[in-house]
């Protein structure tokens, strides 16, 4: 079962998840991690395998606590969980270090099967998007958004 911690700045938010990402996922949380103040030191201590970091009042905060888990664990897949979801805010999230941008809304289950699916390596780009994400010089990364449909 992989590690993972949650960063988030409304920790009741969290708790709906934690169940699915348990049962679906095989995630075991072993820290919710309060994302108004700098999580470089417990990410670093705890070097998790994911660190889910849940959207933030703060968006100046939120793209911090992005690039702080990306550089205390650089193993870690970083997993931004966004309200909005459009091109400048998954652009953001990747650029501050982001591997993945998924919708928030979705259902807990639905959560922890596509996180599950992005870790092990089974959800790849398109080659559109890659194409446009690809710069000379630059890593391309997984940005996966997944949205729902009602």
């Known amino acids: 079962m992989q590690s993972l911690v949650v960063v988030a700045d409304d920790l009741a938010a969290v708790r709906s998840n934690r169940f699915a990402l348990r049962q679906v996922a095989c995630f075991r949380v072993i820290a919710t991690v309060d994302g108004r103040a700098s999580v470089r030191p417990a990410i670093a201590r705890l070097q ?13 905060n939120l793209m911090s606590r992005i ?4 550089e205390a664990a650089p193993r870690a897949k970083v997993v931004y969980l966004a309200g909005r979801v459009d091109d400048a805010a998954v652009d953001e999230a990747i650029d501050a270090g982001a591997h993945v941008v998924i919708a928030r809304d979705l259902p807990p289950s639905v959560l922890g099967t596509v996180l599950r699916e992005v870790v092990q390596g089974n959800v790849a780009m398109s080659p559109r998007v890659r194409a446009e994400r690809a710069a000379p010089g630059r890593q391309v990364q997984l940005a996966l958004v997944a949205r729902t449909s009602a």
């Open 48 to 60: 998790p395998h994911v660190v889910l970091v849940n959207e933030m009042c703060q968006r100046m």
């Open 67 to 70: 690039r702080e888990a990306a």
